[in-house]
Nanobody
């Protein structure tokens, strides 16, 4: 059973930075996608940044491109999200998620393709 545990959320003022971490169990597949999604109150859960574990190839949602950086340490089964220049609209619960197996790149931001989810960590950005 794949387990994902997020940490690193908190409160920060606008233009500040936070780093989220996700500890993945060793059973997480090596050729799957793993990434970060977020959900703000009253909004749908949306993809933020994802990485293909086997190659390190990354994709970002347009609102966070050039501000957020996703990275991984496969030797530790860790996933990270460095968030810089945070804005109030980035406030949300951030979830770590992993697919069960390889998926097409065209689907890597679709939450429906992710089977495993962490419990989430709250990020609050004040103006």
């Amino acid at each position: 059973q794949v387990q994902l545990v997020e940490s690193g959320g908190g409160s920060v003022q606008a233009v500040g930075s936070l780093r989220l971490s996700c500890a993945a169990s060793a059973s997480t597949c090596r050729v799957c996608n793993i990434g970060w999604f977020r959900q703000a109150p009253g909004k749908e859960r949306e993809g933020v940044a994802v990485i293909y574990r086997a190659t390190g190839s990354t994709d970002y949602a347009p609102p966070v491109r050039d501000r957020f950086t996703i990275s991984q340490d496969n030797s530790l089964n860790m996933l990270y999200l460095q968030m810089n220049n945070l804005k109030p609209r980035d406030s949300a619960i951030y979830y770590c998620a992993a697919t069960e197996s390889f998926i097409l790149r065209s689907n890597n931001m679709r939450r429906e393709t992710y089977k495993y989810w962490g419990q989430g960590t709250q990020v609050t950005v004040s103006s």
